[in-house]
């Protein structure tokens, strides 16, 4: 008898799976079918450069959706080819004298209204029988079609990297698939000892989780304000527990599970919590041979060296992705927190971006009738008969904007090269690069430009302001207890919570402005393009 042994857990900080039975998962697949653009963009996206490296998946599967747009394309192919061979067959029978010519133009014009009529029906019966709305207590489930071009080689590669730790992303923006940005800050925070506390009669003790200098809160300086008079210049500080920026991120992500998620009773946790270290690094490659081979997976990648932030074009930096999805997955805020030491400063990073609603027209599969009956069906048909001549002309034309390409797949971009100013133009001899780095995902494509409901823009803000508040207090606990001086981190913890408790007005999403100690405002709706918000 054979016996199986299970797959190891995966390690606490790796990435869930992708969510194939999410809500935006169905509305990704239904919208293959209602748009035939988005349906282009997705096909080209993972299909035709399938040479470049899949975004992460935050809150949905791209393998469903990629399905769906092969079968939607399939459809159409099969209209195409119908409606040719039958025109094919027309020509042979007028030529053969058994069709005039206002017979075969009869039976031309009824073929492509039948060809129409059928894929129509074909379209609204997938719709309603796979990707219409579960009913209460259930959820989608997830399957797909298979098609020839949506091989098991090809559903690997886009499940691996949608998933993988290591994220490679190309152009100039690290978090790709998370949306756009939404509000950003940073802090620098001095390393130094906590003042040793006096053992005075007058001394009461920590001050709100500061440790007062000798001579009690009359000769400290308490909250960062002058020392009185005859106080010491250098008061005595305590030795720093030394620690890493592997230890306090191991911290943050324990307690932010624990107290979110894990803690609080069902009804007041954070559901859909994940918290996962992500490695951000460029896929830059030069050409070497018919194909581009990029690994997809470094899990460990770099841990254990000395330097945890590497400066280099080619260096990887990790940061914890702390996602939250809301609305079934339809309003994903993703909060990205790096840690680094140097010159015996901690410095953190701290950025939100937000993923809003699929698109309102992907929402139209919520309506469409569960049954197709004859009623249903004589509205169809008077509705291609009316637009035949149209949908005729776009059925013919099309193709030529849509045609998909060769089966290998291996589409090679160039990055644009600097100008060559060289004395001899020896930039001409470099070697020729690729970038096949992730540029887009296929639900940022499917984002819509506002929100659809306003509990979402408030549920979006309502998050951040969680995970902010938590992270601020988890690494101001980590510090005192490594008996760190908190007052700078303390002054600086109170500048974020009161800038962000009064830069909170917005009119669209995309609009928000955010005042931080690096404030940005974003522009435009998905572009992910950020200006720094300069004083006047």
Not at 31 to 54: C, H, N, Q, S, W
Not at 116 to 122: H, W
Not at 305 to 324: K, N, P, Q, S, V
Request: hydrophobic share 40%; proline share 8%; with cysteine.
């Amino acid at each position: 008898m054979t016996t199986h042994t299970a797959p190891p857990p995966p390690p606490p900080d790796a990435p869930p799976p992708p969510d194939a039975t999410s809500n935006a998962t169905r509305l990704l697949c239904a919208g293959t079918y209602l748009d035939p653009v988005y349906r282009k963009a997705v096909i080209r996206e993972l299909l035709t450069e399938r040479f470049r490296v899949v975004a992460p998946s935050y809150g949905y599967d791209a393998v469903p959706v990629l399905a769906h747009a092969l079968a939607a394309h399939h459809l159409r192919l099969q209209q195409l080819r119908t409606l040719l061979a039958g025109a094919a067959l027309i020509a042979f029978l007028m030529v053969a004298d058994v069709l005039d010519t206002l017979g075969a133009a009869l039976l031309f014009g009824w073929l492509a209204w039948a060809t129409m009529f059928l894929r129509r029906i074909a379209v609204l019966r997938t719709l309603a029988a796979h990707l219409a709305p579960p009913a209460a207590g259930a959820a989608f489930d997830g399957r797909y079609p298979r098609t020839e071009r949506l091989t098991p080689e090809l559903v690997g590669k886009i499940a691996d990297e949608q998933n993988s730790e290591t994220v490679r992303y190309g152009g100039y923006k690290p978090f790709i698939g998370a949306g756009v940005l939404w509000r950003r800050w940073s802090n620098a925070e001095l390393l130094i000892g906590a003042p040793v506390a006096s053992s005075g009669p007058f001394d009461h003790g920590p001050f709100n989780g500061r440790v007062p200098h000798p001579g009690g809160p009359a000769d400290g300086a308490v909250n960062g304000s002058p020392q009185a008079p005859g106080a010491a210049a250098h008061p005595e500080r305590r030795p720093i527990v030394p620690f890493t920026a592997e230890e306090i991120t191991c911290e943050v992500r324990d307690r932010m599970l624990a107290e979110l998620r894990d803690r609080p009773r069902p009804a007041d946790s954070v559901r859909m919590l994940s918290v996962d270290r992500r490695r951000f690094t460029t896929a830059v490659r030069t050409l070497d041979g018919p194909t581009l081979r990029v690994p997809v997976d470094a899990r460990h990648h770099g841990r254990g060296t000395d330097e945890h932030w590497r400066e280099a074009y080619d260096a990887d930096r990790e940061y914890l992705c702390i996602r939250i999805g809301s609305w079934n997955q339809e309003l994903v805020t993703t909060v990205f927190v790096g840690f680094d030491i140097k010159g015996a400063t901690l410095h953190t990073e701290f950025y939100t971006y937000v993923l809003a609603p699929v698109a309102e027209s992907f929402h139209l599969v919520d309506r469409l009738p569960a049954t197709i009956d004859g009623r249903l069906m004589a509205r169809i048909a008077w509705d291609v008969t009316r637009g035949m001549p149209g949908e005729l002309l776009r059925l013919l034309t099309n193709p030529l904007q849509e045609r998909l390409p060769s089966r290998s797949g291996t589409v090679k971009v160039t990055v644009p090269q600097p100008a060559d100013r060289s004395e001899f133009r020896l930039g001409r001899y470099a070697d020729a690069v690729v970038d096949c780095g992730a540029r887009t995902s296929v639900r940022e494509m499917a984002a819509s430009s506002e929100f659809h409901h306003f509990f979402q823009e408030t549920d979006a803000r309502k998050y951040t302001q969680i995970v902010e508040r938590h992270l601020l207090q988890i690494v101001g606990d980590f510090l005192r207890e490594h008996d760190v001086d908190t007052r700078d981190h303390e002054a600086n913890q109170t500048n974020i919570l009161q800038q962000n408790f009064g830069a909170n007005s917005t009119n669209n999403f995309g609009g928000n402005q955010s005042v931080g100690n690096s404030g940005t405002q974003t522009f435009g709706n998905n572009s992910g393009v950020t200006r720094e918000a300069r004083p006047a």
